[in-house]
Nanobody, 113 residues
Framework: QVQLVESGGGLVQPGGSLTLSCAAS????????ASWYRQAPGKEREVVAV????????NYVDSVKGRFTISRDDAKNTIYLQMNSLKPEDTAVYSC??????WGPGTQVTVSS
C-alpha cells in the first residue's frame, strides 16, 4: 500500500517562499492525479492544488492562484508545491493525497514576522 510523506514546511516571513515535497513509497504516484490540501486552525480542510496524472493539467484554489505551483516528478515518485509570496493566511498544515484515499501526515507551514 502506498505511503505518502510530506516535507519542506517551516516558519517563513510574509512574502517569503517555501517548497513542499510529497514522496510516495510502496506504490506509484504516476498513474493518478494528486492533490495538496491544507487545514488551518479552526477551519475545514481545503484543496489547494490538483495535478493530473500526466502533469499536463493543474488547478488551484482562487486564493493561491499566481502564487503557488504544483508539479510532479514521476521518476522520483514525488509531487511538489512551490509557494511564493506567502501570506499569514497561508498558515496551515499542508498534506498531500493520491486522490485514492491515501494521505500523508502533513507538514506545518507558518507565515509570520
Amino acid at each position: 500500500q502506498v505511503q505518502l510523506v510530506e516535507s519542506g514546511g517551516g516558519l517563513v516571513q510574509p512574502g517569503g517562499s517555501l517548497t513542499l515535497s510529497c514522496a510516495a513509497s510502496g506504490g506509484t504516484f504516476s498513474t493518478y492525479a494528486a492533490s495538496w490540501y491544507r487545514q488551518a486552525p479552526g477551519k475545514e480542510r481545503e484543496v489547494v492544488a490538483v495535478i493530473s496524472s500526466a502533469g499536463s493539467s493543474t488547478n488551484y484554489v482562487d486564493s493561491v492562484k499566481g502564487r503557488f505551483t504544483i508539479s510532479r516528478d514521476d521518476a522520483k515518485n514525488t509531487i511538489y508545491l512551490q509557494m511564493n509570496s506567502l501570506k499569514p493566511e497561508d498558515t496551515a498544515v499542508y498534506s498531500c493525497s493520491d486522490n485514492r484515499g491515501t494521505w500523508g501526515p502533513g507538514t506545518q507551514v507558518t507565515v509570520s514576522s
